[in-house]
């Protein structure tokens, strides 16, 4: 019996990953480094850490990729700053209060951290249905290791076959899974894996599509 749904947020509840692709193009600009689309693909759903890494893999040793971290940050919190709108994912916000409202145990599991994560959720007013957020402060290993999906289901005192989660990313999927949680992936950017298709309880388009199946999803 599902007792507590957990969910990723960049990219599956709030359509952030265009403005951080956006900020990225822009920092990398300022050092005419050219910030493309499928490097950015390789840096979703993990920890800024392993984002860095793969970014100094790909423009080499001479690059200064803490600074380009830096600015990109400088750059997103300048938007926030200028009240620059954070979409919803189409059914998110309706999908979080479905659950509170049935009475389950809402949790927030994301490899951001933990200054973004609890401004957007004030910001788009929706904190108030969560019992609990993890993010990567909270943790050692980042998406896709288990740990922060393990911490959240110790923190609200659930095992992990209790838990629904909804993630977007490849690494999130596989964290959630490898965590041995019933897992449900929306994909944004990436496409789900082999793995992930063979290994995830179901695949949604969108959190608009979730409902016909609640009964299973719940059970």
Known sequence: MITTVIFDMDGLLFDTERIYFDCYQKAAAEDGLDFTYELFESCVGISRADAANFIRQHFGPRADIEKMHARTGEIFEAYLAANGEVHFRPGAKEAVEFFYHRGLKVALASSNITRWVMYLLEKKDIKKYFSSVTTSDDVS???????????????????????????????????????????????????????????????????QDIYPDMDELLS
């Open 141 to 207: 290993h980042p998406k896709p290791d288990p740990e922060v999906y393990l911490k959240t289901a110790q923190k609200l005192g659930v095992d992990v076959s209790e838990c629904l989660v909804f993630e977007d990313s490849v690494a999130g999927a596989t964290a959630a899974i490898t965590a041995r949680m019933r897992t449900c992936v929306v994909p944004q950017i990436k496409q789900p894996t082999q793995y992930i298709r063979e290994n995830a309880f179901k695949i949604y388009h969108s959190l």
